[in-house]
């Protein structure tokens, strides 16, 4: 995979079979130009915008809308669409982000919009507006900014929108979170929680993400032989069958192919975790 | 159980949502609040109020009375959820001037009285009288026609035709 054009330190615009994809991950672009490859480890989300119109605008915030503004908002919808379930329609992406920027930045200048619905929204739309109240500790956390209310409420009407709407017009990669499903299938197969900060925890993601990166050539990262393979899927039977749950899980939730070499890897880091645990 | 199954088979699919009061009919596009005039808000209708009477517009049970007295949430036998809002920005009167004849739970029939606000009062202290109506779950809605006559008589002239989602 290699950089079409840069918009910003963590966003970028790839080419490839499939067309135009914008790619997102932090500091995806650090110290790169155009036509250098892709540093996958750094992937966190990709973008295929079906509508060419879309595509333009959102590169179009992304390269001109503070980054960290940008960031807040991709977290902001992650969250939602965990809360909620769905993957949302693309257009919030753009929408979102581009009022979110604009209103921090009326914020900034002392400016507030009122929200003349408020009372309403709290009560019409209350998970809507749960993720807007986490967007709101969100902002002040990374951005040492404080919204009022009013601003949580046009948030929820932008997420409740956006849900409503979603169809299948984006394929939206959330790599990050389909590695935390991966991690969530393995503990719960393990019978076992893995501390997010402990080395092993570390390990484990980064070995996932290496299993989940292609090549240019659709080609797993890892290739094993297919004698090797076969030996593993017998000896740890238990770690491989986690392992081929989570490959039907991505299969299902992201429309991601995992192969058979990569299923054989993951198992091998499963059945480490297990007799380390348990030992 | 029969009686439960026939309940459901009677499930309305499709519902005419009339005017809860009486007055000029405005698309949603000229009332004057962005979270309206923009589309943030569900799809619906509005209303210049000539008084200040609030029938209901379906047959259906009443979710929600706001604290703030100028708002309602009321569910159809279809299922449709609906908000009527009195007013722009009418929480600055606090309720002031509002009187409801019903509480949250009960049932009610289309054109019912549901309220009654000063208008003077409204006029004077809100942002503007026009009164919106909309659809609260856009995903509630399979296909939606929205009348706008030049006038609507409480509880007579239907505005919206709607077939709900199955």
Redo the contacts between chains.
């Keep these: 995979m290699k950089i079409n054009k840069i918009l910003n330190n963590n966003a970028i615009v790839v080419k490839d079979w499939e067309g135009e994809k914008i790619v997102l991950g932090s500091g995806i672009a650090f110290q790169k130009g155009k036509n250098d490859p892709v540093d996958q480890s750094r992937i966190e989300k990709i973008f295929v915008m079906k509508d060419h119109t879309k595509h333009q605008q959102f590169e179009e915030i992304l390269s001109t809308l503070p980054e960290e503004h940008i960031q807040v908002s991709e977290e902001i919808i992650s969250y939602a669409e965990n809360q909620l379930g769905v993957v949302i329609n693309e257009h919030i992406h753009i929408a979102l982000t581009d009022h979110l920027s604009f209103a921090l930045e009326r914020l900034a200048k002392g400016m507030v ?8 929204i709290k ?2 739309y209350a998970k809507e507006f749960q993720i807007g109240l986490y967007a709101k500790e969100l902002i002040r956390e990374k951005l040492g900014i404080e919204i009022p209310e009013d601003e949580v409420g ?1 948030i929820a ?2 997420i409740y ?1 956006a849900k ?1 709407n979603a169809g299948e017009m984006t394929k939206t990669l959330d790599i990050t979170a389909m590695i935390r499903g991966i991690v969530d299938i393995i503990e719960e197969g393990l019978a076992i929680k893995l501390p997010q900060d402990t080395v092993s925890y570390e390990r484990l993601i980064a070995h996932l993400r290496f299993a989940v990166q292609r090549s240019e050539s659709e080609m797993p990262f890892h290739e094993l032989e297919p004698e090797m393979i076969r030996i593993i899927k017998e000896k740890y039977g238990e770690s491989y069958s986690i392992a081929q749950k989570a490959g039907r899980f991505v299969l299902q939730e992201y429309d991601f192919e995992l192969h058979d070499s990569e299923l054989a890897y993951i198992s091998m880091q499963i059945q480490r975790i297990n007799t380390r645990e348990t030992a | 159980m029969i009686k439960r199954w026939i309940g459901m088979q009677q499930r309305k699919t499709e519902e005419t949502i009339f005017s809860p009061i009486s007055g000029r009919v405005l698309p949603m596009e000229e009332v004057p ?3 309206f005039s923009k589309s ?2 569900g799809m619906g209708v509005a209303i210049d109020p000539e008084d200040g009477k609030v029938g209901s517009p379906v047959d259906g049970e009443i979710i ?1 009375l ?3 007295k100028h ?1 309602l ?1 009321i569910r159809a036998d279809s299922g449709l ?1 609906l ?1 009527i ?1 009195i007013g ?2 009418t ?1 600055c009167l606090n309720g002031e001037g509002f009187h409801h004849y019903v509480k949250m739970g009960d049932r009610v029939k289309m054109g019912q009285p549901l309220m009654n606000f000063s208008l003077d009062l409204v006029r004077e202290k809100a ?1 503007s009288p026009v009164t919106p109506m909309f659809l ?4 509630q809605i399979e296909q939606i026609d929205i009348e706008l006559p030049e006038r609507a008589e409480r509880g007579l002239t239907p505005l919206m035709k709607v077939k709900v989602k199955s």
């Design positions: 919009i009122k929200n003349t619905l408020l009372n309403e009560i019409l046009y009407l932008h929108t409503i | 609040d962005p979270i943030m808000a929600h706001f604290q703030t708002a949430w959820d908000l809002h722009v920005d929480v942002t609260i779950h856009t995903d």
